[in-house]
């Protein structure tokens, strides 16, 4: 397969709107001298292409190979401006550097009143939309020019801004270092995933005590909340204490649900913080809570005043059709979820510039996961296919094991027993060279390894044995996760007790405490 060739300047080209698009054109055509204009060549040029292809673009007569690197840069940077003037993308934060630049000028044209006006206003609104770096930039303008010229516009006008100067500066440390603990919390989680026992859980425990700054919770403003509950939530994730997670990504998003003007400020702040609090309760398996944040989530996605660009709406489709996905596997109404197949298809379609490979092989997976479930296992096969036979994919370690597993379950269900020994000896060695097996995974492995080796009398015997296995480790705190990937036990009782997989989860769903609160 060929390497695709990778260009910014394409990728702006083709993230335009066609209102993008066609404002562009009429900002460079504002003067008559552009219309011809090289850049404007490349630019149709680019905009036609299906992918970045240098040979096609020097079919262009007026481009030549010795310009075309001055002009993709001169047309990159025409289109952030005029990006920048859309009225789409004239949010809070651009309408106060807006502010800043124009100040700046007044300064130095000498008309100093008029830039203390305007860094004035615009102070104000930095600091009601918690843009606390900015506001502490405005401040520190307004203070060379008050230090510099006598302007006497207040008479305690220096030990007012030393205060607000010394109040911001301690507020955006203290979120730098949470911002920072967050980051590096999340770093570890890509490279290591989640604590696997007692002295991983301590390690991680007194790395992030140690980096914890101290703080007093009632100073905190919207912007230091966040990134504290941030960290505290990554924390809790490593650790595997999902009820913790679900406390502060309720925090989280009932931060913005506080703050409004931050939810159009800040969409994917929000966004994010509505995928961890239904993730959590996924985790936890609380239904109830869970259909309630979900609502909660589409009912604000959906009003008129949410915020809507391309990526957005991205993320949007990618949050809310998974967790509309894992609310079926909570309910065990796997048939039922299969209806949202096509809209899933249509999404990745749709979304795809957006989506990553990991984020639309997941999708597979759980499509995957409700054929499965409905009984359909050479539907389930054909999606497990396309994770397995991606060579290239790059994408979580325990994901791609429990593709592999469930594609011999799915074979085995599906009576497709004549290459069987083949697919279990290609797994074995797949999953002996994964590093860091769950005990849950060892234990899968070793009973598929020897299933063809079971006479058909004794699997009900097997069956039970496996169960009775796998069942002590549902409540241990560093294996049960490996049930949401993968509800084994929920198989294995059904084969057991001669009920549907759908019925066993029912029955299960009716008893959760969850339901009776």
Request: aromatic share 12%.
């Amino acid at each position: 397969m060929p390497k695709i060739v990778k260009d910014a300047l394409f990728d702006l080209v083709q993230s335009l709107t066609k209102s993008e698009k066609r404002q562009f054109k009429l900002y460079v055509g504002r003067l008559g001298v552009n219309e011809d204009a090289k850049f404007m060549a490349l630019f149709d040029v680019l905009e036609k292409l299906s992918a970045y292809d240098e040979t096609e673009i020097l079919k262009n007569g007026s481009i030549k190979k010795r310009q075309l690197s001055n002009l993709k840069a001169h047309l990159y940077k025409q289109i952030l401006i005029s990006l920048r003037l859309s009225p789409a993308h004239q949010n809070i934060r651009v309408q106060i550097r807006e502010q800043l630049d124009f100040a700046s000028i007044l300064y130095h044209k000498g008309l100093y009143n008029q830039s203390l006006k305007i860094l004035d206003k615009a102070k104000n609104v930095a600091l009601q939309y918690e843009e606390k770096n900015s506001a502490y930039e405005i401040i520190e303008l307004e203070k060379v020019i008050e230090s510099q010229y006598i302007t006497r516009s207040i008479s305690n006008r220096a030990d007012e801004l030393t205060v607000q100067a010394a109040t911001l500066s301690k507020l955006n440390v203290l979120a730098s270092k949470l911002s920072n603990l967050s980051l590096q919390l999340y770093g570890i989680f890509l490279k290591t995933g989640y604590v696997k026992n007692d002295a991983e859980f301590q390690n991680i425990s007194r790395y992030f005590h140690d980096r914890m700054p101290e703080y007093d919770i009632e100073s905190l403003g919207f912007r230091e909340k966040l990134w504290l509950n941030k960290a505290y939530l990554w924390y809790s994730f490593l650790s595997q204490d999902f009820r913790a997670c679900y406390r502060y990504a309720l925090k989280w998003v009932r931060l913005f649900y506080e703050h409004p003007d931050m939810i159009r400020l800040n969409p994917v702040f929000f966004l994010r913080g509505q995928q961890y609090l239904l993730e959590a309760l996924f985790y936890i398996q609380d239904i109830t809570r869970f259909k309630e944040a979900l609502q909660q989530f589409e009912d604000t996605v959906t009003a008129s005043d949410f915020p809507k660009d391309d990526n957005v709406n991205g993320l949007i489709f990618l949050h809310r059709y998974s967790h509309k996905i894992n609310l079926h596997f909570m309910e065990g109404t796997f048939a039922q979820g299969l209806q949202l197949e096509s809209e899933v298809l249509q999404g990745i379609k749709q979304h795809r510039q957006r989506l990553d490979d990991h984020h639309v092989m997941l999708f597979y997976y759980k499509i995957a996961c409700l054929y499965f479930g409905a009984g359909q296992n050479k539907k389930c096969i054909e999606y497990l296919d396309k994770i397995i036979s991606n060579k290239s994919l790059e994408m979580r370690e325990d994901l791609l094991c429990y593709s592999r597993i469930l594609n011999l379950v799915a074979h085995y269900e599906a009576g497709e027993d004549y290459h069987l020994d083949r697919l279990i000896k290609s797994t074995y060695k797949f999953l002996r060279k994964t590093e860091d097996l769950y005990q849950v995974q060892k234990e899968m492995i070793q009973f598929l390894r020897n299933l063809g080796n079971i006479y058909p009398h004794d699997l009900k015997h097997e069956f039970r044995k496996l169960h009775t296995k796998l069942k002590t480790y549902e409540d241990d705190p560093y294996e049960r996760r490996s049930f949401l990937y993968l509800d084994i036990l929920s198989w294995l009782e059904s084969h057991i007790s001669g009920k549907s997989i759908p019925e066993i989860i029912q029955e299960k769903a009716a008893k959760h405490p969850s339901l009776s609160k």
